[in-house]
């Protein structure tokens, strides 16, 4: 079967810096992905990790091992409208197999 | 950027009567778009997948005669809800892609706002 394994949830505090990890069974990889959803609204795209490594876009961070099937979405610096849904997904050739998302809890 | 619309935005009907949803890409050409339902605190379910010119692929438990994918060209897909349930009643997202210009040609995926269906 094809799977996505990430946190339901995660707390931290403003300022702060988190992880979101994002394990992955599938039978086809071409990259993982990463999109933010907050409530009401639709899942925008944040980044995506094709090759090993880490990928950085301002206060985020995402990286790739493919030998280990795992990546990870790291948020510096959190800021209360970071408070959202946070989804890995796998390209599997155009599709894009979702994890059930990791809800992230924002303290002042 | 990429847009990408959907319209209505939210709309009510009654039981049996039909729905139906458009997703445009409004500054691109997408070659492949795909809807998606999210039931309250859960991912997104890929509903079918559609490619311009040619019969959607639906996802294993979802009836394609009842919710009929149309992808007329290459900015706009339909998705009409036939025969609407209060079941049926969910957020209905679009999304378009496109390979991305970089030499990788990372593989870009635009969703549209979402759809919010209730049916009573």
């Known amino acids: 079967g094809q799977s996505l394994e990430q946190p339901s949830e995660v707390t931290a505090v403003e300022g702060a810096i988190v992880q979101i990890n994002c394990t992955y069974q599938?039978?086809?990889?071409?990259?993982l992905s990463w999109y933010q959803q907050h409530d009401g609204g639709a899942p925008t795209f944040l980044s995506y990790?094709?090759l090993d490594g880490l990928e950085e876009t301002g206060r985020f961070s995402s990286f790739l091992s493919r030998s280990d099937s795992y990546g990870y979405l790291l948020l510096q610096e959190l800021q209360m409208k970071d408070s959202a849904s946070y989804f890995c997904a796998v390209d599997s050739n155009y599709q894009l197999i979702w994890g059930a998302g990791t809800k992230l809890i924002i303290k002042p | 950027g990429a847009v990408v619309s959907q319209h209505p935005s939210r709309v009510i009907c009654k039981s049996g009567t039909s729905v139906k949803i458009e997703c445009r890409s409004l500054?691109?050409?997408?070659?492949?778009m795909f809807w998606y339902r999210q039931f309250p605190k859960q991912s997104l379910m890929l509903m079918a997948t559609s490619n311009e010119g040619s019969k959607a692929t639906y996802e294993q438990g979802v009836e394609k005669d009842k919710f009929l994918i149309n992808h007329a060209s290459l900015t706009l897909s339909t998705l009409t809800v036939t025969s609407a349930h209060p079941e049926d009643s969910s957020f209905y997202i679009c999304?378009?892609?496109?390979?991305?210009?970089?030499?990788?040609?990372?593989?870009?995926?635009?969703f549209g706002p979402g759809t919010r269906l209730t049916v009573t």
């Open positions: 599938t039978s086809g990889f071409y990259g």
């Open positions: 500054d691109f050409q997408a070659t492949t």
């Open positions: 999304s378009a892609s496109r390979r991305g210009s970089g030499g990788a040609g990372v593989p870009e995926q635009y």
């Open positions: 990790n094709g």
